[in-house]
């Protein structure tokens, strides 16, 4: 706009007699003089604050159009349009209603032919609700970053032209680069994936863009630090109004944390497996060692009262043979005891684990104590895996501790059921033992075994002070 030249207030007259053209904009257009009393309302004015001409013309302006940093803004603009002649810049004003309206601002001085400012053309643009959405677009951003990282969800973009990769916040904090601190080439991209994986990658991207299929591949990735990362990347193409593909974007699921537990329920299983058949080759070598040695016995015996011994020696052979087949009869039971206890799927844990204490005190002297609070016995798989635990744990007092006392205690504790087995033995050092000597034989298949049920399982234990496992595991509803 070029400079309006005028003496007195000619200029003021000569915006006047412009009003109608004015008028026609579609912005609001505001004149004031030099003491900044409005002198023109043009009617987007009236429409975009509410005041009607005749109430506004005359009037102050800061009195009128009301903000927070009113007086601020005044010296602002007063001294840039004295200087520069020119003052833009977005302000919130308040509408006769008292709602407030985001305006930008473009203020022109007028000013008389000594150059003193005699007045002020001022037009406002109401982008309030441009604003409003930009700042709820920031809100849904903020939002859509925050569920991001709740989930661990990254999203990422490639532009095929440019062969330029954008990745989000979280996608960043995910691979451990800092925000904005990735945008490279397909190339570049590809040096975050594992090795290993990159084949995997580089044949899905290239089918994708050849048959346009959706991108869907579980890969490894490395981060700077050289740890790596397990993600779940999905993707689609975008094509322009040709159908040609231009880019291609999707998202990347954080999937480590379910790898590893996958991994480590892997490794269980295995381990669950391997000591499976490990009581299975001991078992078979005490039905071999025990059982067959002494029924192969039996029948040499038999053997020779068949060759017609005297009457006295076959009274004789026949005694032993009642002693010998006793003995195997009940150390028979006691395997299939140990295999698998009548009682427990007829009575309960507590009965079987009764039992269990019982045998024990009479064939290695530990005075055994079971203190059973349960009110209602467990399901019969959840019992299996109760006894199963207390079995190797009570197993381990039997073998190692040297104790003279054992105590069990059986409780119901939230949905669960607590049971803690205490001894008085030896003890070791929980902080120093080999993992795989003596004392701590069998603890990871029962923390395996706790594990898989959803529970826990937890040792103390010291030289000179005995043990105490603790074990909790959820009771199926």
Request: aromatic residues 6%.
């Amino acid at each position: 706009m070029a400079r309006i030249e005028a003496s007195g207030v000619e200029p003021l007259s000569l915006v006047a007699a412009e009003g109608v053209l004015l008028d026609l904009i579609g912005d609001a257009a505001i004149a004031m003089d030099s003491d900044l009393r409005i002198t023109l309302w043009n009617h987007a004015a009236e429409v975009l604050y509410g005041w009607a001409a005749e109430e506004a013309v005359g009037r102050n302006i800061t009195d009128l159009l009301r903000t927070d940093f009113m007086q601020e803004t005044r010296e602002r603009v007063l001294h840039a349009l004295g200087e520069f002649g020119e003052w833009r810049g977005e302000v919130t004003h308040q509408r006769k209603d008292g709602v407030p309206v985001i305006v930008q601002v473009t203020a022109r001085a007028l000013r008389g032919p000594e150059g003193k400012m005699a007045g002020v053309l001022s037009v406002y643009r109401d982008v309030t609700q441009q604003r409003l959405a930009e700042e709820a677009l920031r809100e849904s951003e903020a939002r859509l970053a925050e569920a991001q990282r709740m989930a661990h969800l990254g999203s990422w973009e490639w532009d095929i032209a440019a062969n330029t990769h954008g990745w989000s916040e979280e996608m960043c904090r995910i691979l451990g680069v800092e925000p904005g601190g990735f945008t490279g080439s397909y190339e570049g991209f590809l040096a975050f994936v594992h090795p290993a994986d990159r084949g995997t990658v580089d044949r899905a991207v290239k089918r994708t863009l050849a048959e346009g299929v959706p991108y869907d591949v579980e890969v490894r990735f490395l981060r700077p630090d050289g740890s790596v990362r397990w993600l779940h990347s999905r993707g689609a193409l975008v094509s322009d109004a040709t159908g040609s593909p231009v880019k291609m974007s999707g998202t990347a699921l954080d999937v480590t944390e379910r790898r590893r537990a996958e991994e480590e329920r892997r490794l269980i299983l295995a381990h669950l497996v391997n000591a499976q058949e490990e009581e299975r080759a001991r078992i078979a070598a005490d039905i071999h060692d025990d059982s067959i040695q002494v029924m192969t016995a039996v029948g040499m015996r038999l053997e020779t009262l068949m060759q017609g011994p005297s009457e006295k020696e076959r009274s004789e052979a026949l005694s032993k043979l009642k002693d010998v087949v006793s003995a195997a009869i009940y150390r028979l039971r006691h395997l299939i005891f140990e295999l698998r206890p009548k009682v427990l799927d007829e009575e309960g844990f507590a009965p079987a684990l009764a039992d269990y204490l019982e045998r024990m005190e009479l064939e290695v002297g530990i005075i055994a104590h079971l203190d059973n609070e349960l009110v209602e016995e467990p399901d019969v798989d959840t019992r299996v895996i109760l006894y199963r635990i207390a079995q190797e744990a009570l197993s381990n007092v039997r073998k190692h501790s040297q104790a003279a006392h054992v105590a069990v205690t059986l409780a119901a504790q939230g949905d669960g059921i607590l049971v803690r087995i205490q001894d008085d033995g030896i003890g070791f050092d929980t902080d120093t033992v080999d993992a795989g000597s003596p004392p701590t034989m069998g603890l990871a298949a029962m923390q395996e075994r706790a594990q898989m049920a959803g529970g826990w399982l937890r040792v103390r234990s010291s030289p000179g002070s005995g043990t105490v496992v603790e074990y909790w595991v959820p009771v199926a509803t």
